[in-house]
């Protein structure tokens, strides 16, 4: 069976730093991108990063790139998600996502497939 647990979450101040981790198993864990999604109170999900299955490829939502880092351990099967310089927009319910990827008819395709229950940021003074 498919899990994913996120942990790390908590309250921090304006600044501050935080760093959300997601143990992944029952999958191969090499063979997946893995992305980070993010919801605050009252709103929809928002895709805060990426990385493909060996590191080499990453990428982020403009509204937290040079703050936040997404990193992978594949011997560990965790994902990592580095936040500095948090803000109080940043809060949310944080969610470690499985990405799957198709090819039909020359065009690609990507979707979420699997996701854990998330693990809650809250940036406050």
């Known amino acids: 069976q498919v899990q994913l647990v996120e942990s790390g979450g908590g309250l921090v101040q304006p600044g501050g730093s935080l760093r959300l981790s997601c143990a992944a198993s029952?999958?191969?864990?090499?063979?997946?991108?893995m992305s980070w999604v993010r919801q605050a109170p009252g709103k929809g999900l928002e895709w805060v990063s990426d990385?493909?299955?060996?590191?080499?490829?990453?990428k982020s939502a403009d509204s937290v790139k040079g703050r936040f880092a997404i990193s992978r351990d594949n011997i560990k099967k965790t994902i990592y998600l580095q936040m500095n310089n948090l803000k109080p927009e940043g809060t949310a319910l944080y969610y470690c996502?499985?990405?799957?990827?198709?090819?039909?008819?020359?065009?690609?395709?990507?979707?979420?497939?699997?996701w854990g229950q998330g693990t809650q940021v809250t940036v406050s003074s």
């Open positions: 990385i493909n299955h060996d590191s080499a490829i990453t």
């Open positions: 996502a499985r990405v799957f990827r198709e090819y039909y008819d020359g065009t690609y395709y990507a979707r979420v497939d699997y």
């Open positions: 029952g999958f191969t864990f090499n063979s997946y991108v």
